[in-house]
């Protein structure tokens, strides 16, 4: 898997692709600086997701010591991004390079940072599968061979070709003590539901701001106990716009919802005694998806599920997410850096 080094902004970025390496441009837009810690590198990588059908790309972050201490193996952080999002925005929004620079410097185990293109795929098996002709014959600023794919299957991508790319070409400790997952808003949810649902490959998961109760319909504010719909049409006016999006991704079947709902994933999971992953939620008081974040922690709680809940001031906005990854990072490498 040939690499270039083409650039330096705390971080170095390598291209990685098969047969060629190109500049990356979307890393030209984060000034150069300097810092008194040693700096990590960042690689993109293209690769054939047999589950998706098509080529994928997933930004790989390597911590400071990956260059230099050749026989050491490292745990793995995978980070999801949002709706409308890119494989690139932890790094370019984020800065997730600086801020692990900075806490791997200060004493938190090293990790590899992942970082998949997730498409706006919701991390979910789609029950109205597009074919990649469809999805291509549509008005997108997006070209079709970096968005649209063969079969909709964006939880098994990332479980388990994401996984085994990384596991693949990187020194990692491949198990599921030493493998985590995270994400902000669509990819909070993917974090958690991926974890939930494949707990033998993830020990932990952490969403900032997630979508993680798509079938809450009790008030705002919340009030416990947490109220869930009794048929898919009662969750069209919580879900507003993402409706008709979440229809594509999970159709008219209530049990459907149910089980790609975190809540209801969690209570399976103590029912058939599988060990459940290390949970680290926040969200925003300003984000309006702070009651289906309430209600996940009320379930959790019942449930008698361990889980780090946290509220902070801010909104939806890489405002907030930029100024707390730092914490799931830090809780990330006490839980799979160890």
Wanted: proline share 5%.
């Amino acid at each position: 898997m040939p690499h270039r080094r083409i650039g330096s902004a705390l971080a170095s970025l390598v291209l990685a692709t098969t047969g060629c390496a190109k500049p990356a441009q979307w890393l030209r837009g984060i000034a150069s600086a300097k810092s008194s810690w040693p700096a990590g590198t960042v690689h993109e990588d293209t690769f054939l997701a047999t589950t998706l059908g098509v080529r994928k790309h997933v930004v790989v972050y390597l911590p400071p010591s990956y260059g230099t201490d050749t026989t050491r193996r490292y745990a793995v952080a995978y980070y999801l991004h949002g709706l409308s999002g890119a494989e690139t925005d932890w790094v370019s929004k984020g800065s997730i390079d600086v801020t692990a620079d900075s806490l791997f410097a200060s004493g938190t185990p090293e990790t590899i940072i992942v970082m998949p293109d997730g498409d706006d795929g919701w991390y979910t098996t789609w029950a109205n599968q597009l074919s990649f002709r469809t999805c291509a014959d549509t008005l997108r600023n997006e070209s079709p061979d970096r968005y649209c794919v063969e079969h909709e299957r964006y939880d098994e991508y990332i479980a388990r070709d994401v996984v085994q790319h990384i596991d693949q070409h990187y020194r990692t400790i491949a198990d599921r003590a030493h493998r985590g997952i995270g994400g902000l808003s669509m990819g909070g949810y993917g974090a958690v539901i991926i974890a939930l649902q494949h707990s033998d490959e993830f020990s932990a998961a952490a969403s900032h701001s997630g979508v993680l109760s798509p079938m809450y319909v009790g008030p705002r504010p919340f009030v416990a106990p947490a109220r869930y719909a009794s048929t898919v049409e009662d969750i069209r006016p919580m879900a507003g716009q993402y409706y008709t999006r979440y229809l594509n991704y999970w159709g008219t079947n209530l049990n459907r919802w149910r089980e790609i709902d975190p809540a209801h994933a969690a209570a399976q999971l103590v029912r058939g005694g599988s060990p459940a992953p290390s949970l680290f939620i926040d969200c925003g008081r300003d984000d309006g998806f702070i009651d289906q974040n309430r209600a996940l922690h009320a379930e959790l709680t019942r449930l008698g599920i361990a889980h780090v809940y946290t509220e902070w001031p801010g909104a939806h906005t890489w405002r907030y997410w930029s100024t707390h990854v730092a914490e799931s990072l830090a809780w990330m490498g006490a839980r799979i850096g160890r």
